[in-house]
């Protein structure tokens, strides 16, 4: 607490943690290296790659702890006793809303993903809410429902491949003869001028951690609401 | 009075500390395990608004060029249409220069927060719902082979053999 008066003041564009040369590299020389407006996404998934890599590679590994963790096979449930709220008869008013809602939830969710570099948004943003539509359509149905679309098996498959997306453009810019997750050299297979090149590699490294983002984001969810069986629901 | 305007100059920060040590106190001094996990959240989110504020400059925009800069071309349709989140979908391919792009547009640092703690934080969150995750994984976990999420009878039962 005695530190807190040698903290910078609020708002001062001279602070150390502002006026850093670094930082103002980002802000001044992004759009020109890179072409992309969005400078928080030009910095997360080009100049900081590795890091977002093993974020992406973080929450992989979280999904898979969590469904090592409680996951249970099989129908040794002793407490088979079903929750009194649990009812078989879907509500019409809830059924509708949600028909509704959930595919403009998943338009808005591709906006995201695939603006990520131009306006507020990017891969995480868009996958959570990708996935927060599965979620809601596990509520408001069951998780049967829900599992009819994402079912367990594709949901690993999803999550890796978009691991797999995103180490992919690195060892891309790797056997073109760059350092790893150098976009810029990715050119030479695409239609695009170096810096593009950068740009459309980010919106692919998006689409990467989207895929496991909505995974994973289910996957936890499910888990954690069916207490690891699978069956149904809250 | 001199103490009130040295608290207040400093806000952020006083805010800071006293979230972080009301999810420090919820972590150690908490029984239950759920409410432990809150006090982690509570803590991750002290951290979040400590970074964020660091990156807060005196009159700047979000760290997102405006459209009007992006896009010189199309001056006279968007003119004075200062929004970040305009849908720029087309002319993004009609000049590229091959080393620089927009080599004419200078970006002024100070129009602009810092960007750098933005992508730190974005790390921090995700890394903290895969934390709470995880943790709250546990918890259903410990529950299930217990019947408790207290600390204390959790560790009577297993001091006393189950």
């Known amino acids: ?234 | 009075m001199e103490i009130f305007e040295a608290i207040s100059a400093k806000f952020n920060f006083w805010i800071y500390i006293i979230i972080m040590m009301i999810g420090l106190y919820a972590m150690i001094a908490k029984n239950n395990l759920i409410k432990k996990l809150i006090g982690m959240s509570i803590f991750q989110t002290a951290i979040i608004l400590f970074y964020v504020s660091i990156g807060v400059k005196d009159g700047a925009s979000i760290p997102i060029l405006y459209h009007d800069q992006v896009h010189p071309e199309h001056h006279d349709e968007s003119h004075g249409d200062h929004s970040a989140h305009s849908p720029s979908t087309d002319g993004h391919d009609s000049h590229a220069a091959e080393d620089r792009y927009l080599p004419e547009l200078v970006v002024d640092g100070n129009d602009f927060a810092n960007p750098l703690p933005h992508v730190l934080m974005l790390t921090a969150i995700v890394v903290g719902v895969s934390t709470l995750g995880v943790g709250l994984a546990v918890t259903q976990k410990v529950y299930r082979e217990y019947g408790s999420i207290e600390e204390s009878e959790i560790l009577e039962m297993i001091k006393s053999g189950k």
């Open chain 1, 1 to 234: 607490m005695s530190a807190v008066s040698d903290f910078p003041d609020w708002g001062d564009p001279n602070s150390p943690a502002n006026s850093y040369r670094l930082s103002q590299h980002y802000v001044t020389e992004t759009i020109h290296e890179t072409s992309v407006p969005n400078m928080v996404t030009a910095v997360l998934a080009d100049y900081r790659g590795y890091d977002t890599m093993f974020e992406t590679v973080v929450i992989f590994t979280a999904g898979i702890a969590i469904i090592g963790i409680l996951r249970r096979f099989g129908n040794d449930d002793k407490d088979a006793a079903k929750p009194t709220l649990y009812t078989k008869k879907p509500d019409l008013i809830i059924d509708t809303t949600c028909r509704l809602m959930i595919p403009i939830i998943q338009l808005f969710a591709l906006y995201v993903i695939a603006h990520g570099h131009h306006s507020p948004g990017g891969g995480f943003q868009g996958g959570v809410i990708f996935g927060a539509s599965f979620i809601l359509l596990a509520v408001s149905r069951d998780l049967q429902a829900a599992q009819k679309w994402v079912p367990e098996k594709r949901i690993l498959n999803l999550a890796g491949i978009g691991v797999l997306i995103y180490a992919g453009f690195g060892l891309g810019s790797l056997l073109l003869g760059q350092n790893f997750l150098d976009y810029a050299i990715l050119h030479k297979i695409m239609p695009a001028t170096p810096i593009e090149a950068r740009s459309h590699s980010m919106l692919g490294v998006e689409i990467g951690v989207a895929f496991t983002v909505t995974a994973i984001m289910f996957s936890i969810y499910s888990n954690l609401a069916s207490n690891g069986s699978m069956k149904e629901g809250l």
